[in-house]
């Protein structure tokens, strides 16, 4: 849908995207969307039909946005899969100095959606399942064999480590540092 919005509809979803994402889902009503984008409740409505509806949106919208920077990114490093892989967590880091100072948006959500009914609940687990595959095809890609599943779920475990410690602030260079462990752990794959 985010592809196709109308500019009343894109005004709802940057609205929502900018108040969901700052001050956590379950607090924002569609007042303070429809007011904040200039449009009435109606509109909004309109153009999503639920507040659920809107929250999926949000999320799609943020993922394609994501992937949309993400991607030049690990082109530009070049075809050696460890050079790519420290791509990830340096575009990862720039993400977050710009968009992300409250730490990642899907985590964010699934702490307030937990529930696998929920329609939001497919696109947060599906973008963690994207960035495990893409995790997956750098591992198979450096020759890591039959560690290249467990080799995948680790470099993923260090990236959310990353996403969380970097949102929370608690640790200094947290991308720096995951991306130096997933590098050095994939390099002690595949000798």
């Given at each position: 849908m985010t592809t196709t919005l109308t500019?009343?509809?894109r005004a709802v979803l940057t609205a929502a995207s900018e108040l969901f994402y700052a001050q956590g889902i379950h607090a924002v009503g569609v007042d303070a969307i429809a007011e904040r984008?200039?449009?009435t409740k109606k509109t909004l409505y309109d153009r999503f039909g639920s507040k659920d509806r809107l929250v999926v949106e949000y999320l799609r919208d943020r993922d394609a946005q994501w992937r949309t920077f993400l991607d030049p990114r690990i082109e530009a490093a070049g075809p050696v899969p460890a050079q790519r892989l420290a791509a990830i967590?340096?575009?990862s880091a720039e993400w977050a100095a710009e968009r992300g100072t409250k730490g990642c948006g899907m985590v964010n959500a699934h702490a307030e959606i937990s529930d696998p009914d929920?329609?939001?609940?497919?696109?947060i687990v599906g973008q963690k399942q994207w960035m495990l595959r893409l995790?997956?095809?750098?591992a198979e890609a450096a020759g890591a064999g039959d560690?290249?599943?467990?080799?995948?779920?680790?470099i993923l475990l260090l990236h959310e480590g990353a996403l969380v410690a970097a949102g929370i602030g608690v640790l200094p260079d947290a991308f720096a540092r995951a991306r130096d462990l997933a590098v050095s752990r994939l390099a002690a794959a595949v000798r």
């Open positions: 500019p009343k509809a984008a200039g449009v967590f340096d575009a929920h329609p939001a609940y497919r696109v995790f997956r095809e750098l560690q290249t599943e467990s080799l995948a779920e680790e």
